[in-house]
């Protein structure tokens, strides 16, 4: 059974950056596909990326290019998020998720099966 | 991006009653349509991946159906463990998108 488990709440001052955490148990890292989701204060789901098997690499969503960067540290099965130039906008919960995939057809499909607990941050001055 | 546009928005069900959540993708997605279930504090749940595969460990109450632009999540018996906000999304391409989700309430 794969578990995740995230790093504590954030604040920070706009214009500051924050790392976001992720430890894994019950598989390894290289198994896995690793995304971050976030979720602002009454608002909906909004995927920022992860690594895509089928692109062979981290595909960030466009509204965070140059912002976030995503990576992973094998050794403590530990992946991380980064994200720089915070506003009061990128207040949110901030949830990573396993992603596997499956074949329909000739192409794949991924879902999200196993998330974080997920980590509050707050931007505010 | 592909749009997820779920409707509707809220709805009030009794115990038992049979209940459809519909979402629509702005173009087609074949069959790359998750949903999952959120209640209030929690992370999101996988009930259904690639339109109307049941998730392990999921209820039989819960199932997926369409493809194309068009799908629906059925409960076929609502349970008051049921109330949450449900959401759609694609996985057809990236940037991976959701539907702004369907609160559902027990009356």
């Known amino acids: 059974q794969v578990q995740l488990v995230q790093s504590g709440a954030e604040l920070r001052k706009p214009g500051a950056s924050v790392r976001v955490s992720c430890k894994v148990s019950?598989?390894?890292?290289?198994?896995?596909?690793m995304h971050w989701v976030r979720q602002a204060p009454g608002k909906g789901l909004e995927w920022m990326g992860g690594?895509?098997?089928?692109?062979?690499?981290?595909i960030y969503a466009q509204a965070f290019q140059g912002r976030v960067i995503m990576t992973e540290d094998t050794f403590t099965h530990t992946a991380y998020m980064d994200l720089s130039g915070l506003t009061s906008e990128d207040t949110a919960v901030y949830f990573c998720?396993?992603?596997?995939?499956?074949?329909?057809?000739?192409?794949?499909?991924?879902?999200?099966?196993?998330w974080g607990q997920g980590t509050l941050v707050t931007v505010s001055s | 991006d592909i749009q997820m546009t779920q409707s509707p928005l809220s709805l009030s069900a009794s115990m038992g009653d049979r209940v459809s959540l519909t979402c629509r993708a702005s173009?087609?997605?074949?069959?790359?349509l998750n949903w999952y279930q959120q209640k209030p504090g929690k992370a999101p749940k996988l009930l259904i991946y690639a339109a109307f595969s049941l998730q392990s460990g999921v209820p039989s109450r819960f199932s997926g159906s369409g493809s194309g632009t068009d799908f629906t999540l059925t409960i076929s018996s609502l349970q008051p463990e049921d109330s949450a906000t449900y959401y759609c999304q694609q996985s057809y391409s990236t940037p991976w998108t959701f539907g702004q989700g369907t609160k559902v309430e027990i009356k």
């Open positions: 019950g598989s390894t890292l290289s198994d896995l596909s």
């Open positions: 690594f895509v098997p089928e692109d062979a690499e981290t």
């Open positions: 998720a396993t992603a596997p995939s499956g074949w329909y057809n000739v192409a794949r499909y991924y879902y999200f099966d196993y």
């Open positions: 173009q087609s997605i074949s069959v790359y």
